[in-house]
């Protein structure tokens, strides 16, 4: 049982991941973590097979880096040009994320904010980039003060990405609320009502997954955010059973 003492700012590794099923038995980002195949067994006598891509395990389309395409979010234009702090480095099993300059370093504004709106990117590396990129941004040192001026700001592209179809990413991002909630503690609570509305449908959706996705989330806010947030989830989920805390 949870103790009375877990509410408002925790490190953010405290927060529970939310998994994907069938996906990530192991608890990290959903979709926002990418592993390489495993090497092909040599002993048989079937011919090899080439390895396939990392998106494509993933459904996930590529960027074209010569394409003259507009970008789908802000994230995607800055990344382009190369405002992002950061790059893709490519490993023989997982992929990972190296930084510029030293994270602690790293402004929030507008950075932060520019990450929330790259949420709904559905194509490598963005998808990559943008996962990782908040939960280390999130992690990092003084984060929670640093947040603070553009916490007004990340709530509505917030919203959209909990409102994206895809339920993996949806999952995915359902987890960059906790982890933001784990973070800023009820800071959040101003604007929680905000963020509640496509987690109303999600709640009654018919895949049973889905809905237990959302309570967990849902709970996890509650340890965060305090019993404060109680009514304001079941003023728009009164199905919403809270946690005893």
């Known amino acids: 049982m949870l103790s009375k003492n877990t509410t408002g700012r925790v490190p953010v590794s405290t927060a529970r991941t939310l998994s994907v099923k069938n996906i990530n038995p192991h608890g990290t980002l959903p979709t926002r973590s990418y592993t390489g195949v495993s090497k092909p067994d040599t002993t048989s006598n079937d011919p090899v097979k080439p390895m396939q891509k990392i998106s494509s395990l993933h459904g996930l389309k590529v960027i074209d880096p010569m394409g003259a395409s507009s970008h789908k979010t802000p994230f995607a234009a800055m990344y382009a040009k190369g405002g992002i ?13 190296y930084w510029l300059r030293p994270i602690q370093e790293i402004s929030f504004n507008p950075l932060m904010v520019v990450f929330f709106q790259g949420l709904i990117e559905t194509k490598h590396p963005y998808v990559f980039i943008v996962g990782q990129g908040l939960k280390e941004l999130m992690a990092s040192p003084d984060a929670a003060n640093k947040i603070a001026p553009v916490l007004s700001q990340i709530i509505a592209p917030l919203r959209c990405a909990l409102a994206v179809k895809n339920q993996d990413q949806f999952i995915a991002n359902l987890n960059v609320l906790v982890q933001l909630a784990a973070l800023v503690g009820p800071t959040l609570l101003p604007y929680l009502a905000s963020l ?40 728009r989920i009164p199905t919403f059973s809270p946690l005893l805390l």
């Open 196 to 235: 509640l509305p496509p987690l109303a449908s999600k709640a009654m959706a018919t895949d049973m997954h889905t809905r237990e996705s959302v309570t967990d989330a849902l709970c996890e806010c509650q340890r965060f955010l305090g019993d404060a947030a109680i009514k304001i989830i079941r003023s």
């Open 85 to 97: 702090p950061c790059r893709l480095q490519h490993g023989s099993v997982k992929h990972k994320l």
